[in-house]
């Protein structure tokens, strides 16, 4: 049985479950903040207060964090976003981000549950530098859970 090689980060997709949806849509520099943890509450064993139990409470998941070059096409995402950040009407979409492999299959999968915008972040503006302005999406949900690939 060969040893199992660790994946790299670098070629993946993030698709949202959003209409319209445009190529651009897809795209994106980075992804981060698939992390859960759990949660606990701690108490005091009774007559002694030396120890402390931890018993799990809930699962708490950090906000997703897509950056992306800024660019002059129209996207449905963007429009997704200044919908909930500028006129207050929020639309959860669920998303699907992919780790992908030379041609350009699945390798691992992960479903992220009731997304929303939570912040739209543009990069600096600086005539002394020649470099791409980004945009950041912060984005708020309800879980995420790895889909199994065949």
């Known amino acids: 049985m060969p040893d199992p ?14 209409l319209p949806q445009f190529s651009i849509d897809t795209k994106f520099q980075s992804v981060s903040g698939l992390k859960s943890t759990m949660e606990f ?5 009774g007559g002694q207060n030396q120890f402390k139990i931890s018993l799990p409470k809930q699962n708490t998941f950090e906000n997703l964090i897509l950056k992306r070059g800024l660019t002059k096409e129209i996207s449905g995402l963007r429009m997704w976003v200044n919908n909930a950040l500028d006129s207050f009407v929020f639309h959860p979409a669920n998303l699907v981000v992919s780790l992908l492999d030379e041609e350009n299959d699945p390798v691992k999968v ?10 739209l972040d543009v990069s600096d503006f600086n005539a002394e530098e020649s ?3 980004i945009e950041t999406l912060s984005l708020k949900y309800q879980y995420f859970k790895e889909i199994p690939v065949p």
């Open 5 to 18: 090689m660790p994946l790299s980060g670098f070629h993946f997709s993030v698709i949202f479950e959003l």
């Open 41 to 45: 509450d701690t108490i005091t064993e």
């Open 110 to 119: 992960w479903y992220i549950s009731q997304a929303i915008p939570l912040s």
């Open 131 to 133: 470099q791409l302005v």
